[in-house]
């Protein structure tokens, strides 16, 4: 069975994430979104609504899955035996920070293979500091992140 695990901060999950995640199951038998803690980032969202968040935009997706993961994404690749992490480039400026975390990954464990996948144009500017960004200054992003995740981030922003 191919498996592959796509993690990320997913703060919150976007379209854009949501593209790559659809592109990798037709490759892939399987998907792990794993989201990481990434206390250093400083997320809007704690770790257990980013994970319900990315659960509710990826329900009606056949064999995708969504785990929260702390510490170093090899060590929970190796946990879960999967050898195959899905990265998202949306320009030429994550290429090279991706290039060096693929190599990164790689020198820790000569198992892991770093697949690199690109969203449609249409989702290409999208990031999820770019949603919090819209949101927090009052702008529409309904259209910038999956139906399901909207009610997560209206409720965020109403405690703000």
């Given at each position: 069975m191919r498996v592959a695990i796509y993690p990320g901060t997913f703060d919150p999950i976007t379209n854009g994430h949501m593209d790559v995640i659809k592109r990798a199951r037709k490759l892939f038998d399987k998907v792990l979104v794993a989201v990481a803690f990434s206390e250093e980032k400083r997320p809007m969202f704690d770790v257990q609504t980013r994970v319900e968040m990315a659960q509710a935009a990826v329900s009606d997706l056949e064999d995708v899955h969504v785990e929260a993961f702390?510490?170093?994404l090899v060590r929970f690749s190796q946990e879960k035996n999967i050898r195959v992490m899905i990265r998202g480039l949306r320009a030429v400026s994550d290429f090279e920070f991706e290039l060096q975390m693929g190599y990164a990954n790689a020198s820790l464990w000569n198992e892991i293979e770093t697949v690199y996948l690109m969203p449609s144009l249409k989702n290409a500017f999208i990031s999820s500091s770019v949603v919090r960004s819209i949101a927090k200054h009052g702008g529409?992003?309904?259209?910038?992140i999956p139906s399901s995740v909207?009610?997560?981030?209206e409720r965020k922003l109403l405690c703000m």
């Open positions: 702390d510490g170093l529409n992003v309904s259209h910038l909207l009610p997560f981030v």
